[in-house]
């Protein structure tokens, strides 16, 4: 099973998979200043604010820091908040250490849906929509709508990857060379 960080790995270069799955290359992201801030951003919301439910949105119930897993969807990981909505439908709330852009990047999207879809089939319950909460500088909430399009969109992207660790495919890098500046593996991607 791979995770939904492995899909924003992928998103913003395939390479990311290649390296980590074909050729077992570490990233050691441990080492990254935002990821080391974003773990502890998590483990701060985790702890504060327990009792807080997002009654702007219909929040009734939330469960945090839960672990999921699907062999069906070959898809495991932690949703940062799992919540139960006035309508009786659920929904995941991703963390996210980023400014808020106007928008939801497609990274963040694609890992909300994901989520959405470890949701639904644990609980057995319609997830329809998700959110992501950019926290760095002023917090901003966004929903992301969970409708038959991302749901074929993620799984694509899941089938995509699992290509590329089954076939130990190469893939081209990413089209955008600024992603190349801080990469782990730039001294190794040819």
Excluded: W
Excluded at 72 to 101: F, H, Q, W
Excluded at 106 to 126: D, S
Excluded at 137 to 166: H, K, M, T
């Amino acid at each position: 099973m791979i995770t939904p960080s492995e899909v924003i790995e992928y998103l913003y270069c395939p390479r990311f998979i290649y390296f980590m799955h074909c050729l077992n290359i570490p990233q050691h992201e441990d080492r990254r200043f935002k990821v080391l801030k974003g773990r502890e951003v998590h483990q701060r919301r985790e702890k504060e604010n327990q009792d807080y439910l997002r009654k702007k949105i219909g929040v009734t119930k939330k469960e945090v820091g839960i672990y999921l897993a699907s062999p069906s969807l070959r898809v495991r990981g932690i949703v940062d908040e799992v919540l139960t909505l006035e309508d009786g439908t659920m929904a995941p709330l991703d963390y996210k250490y980023t400014e808020a852009n106007e928008v939801v990047y497609r990274t963040h999207r694609v890992q909300v849906v994901l989520y959405g879809l470890l949701i639904e089939e644990a609980y057995r319950t319609a997830v329809t929509r998700g959110y992501v909460a950019y926290i760095r500088g002023s917090s901003q909430l966004y929903e992301v709508n969970i409708d038959v399009g991302a749901r074929q969109e993620a799984n694509g992207i899941v089938d995509d990857i699992f290509a590329i660790i089954e076939t130990g495919y190469h893939p081209q890098r990413t089209p955008y060379r600024v992603r190349c500046v801080d990469c782990c593996y730039k001294n190794i991607c040819v």
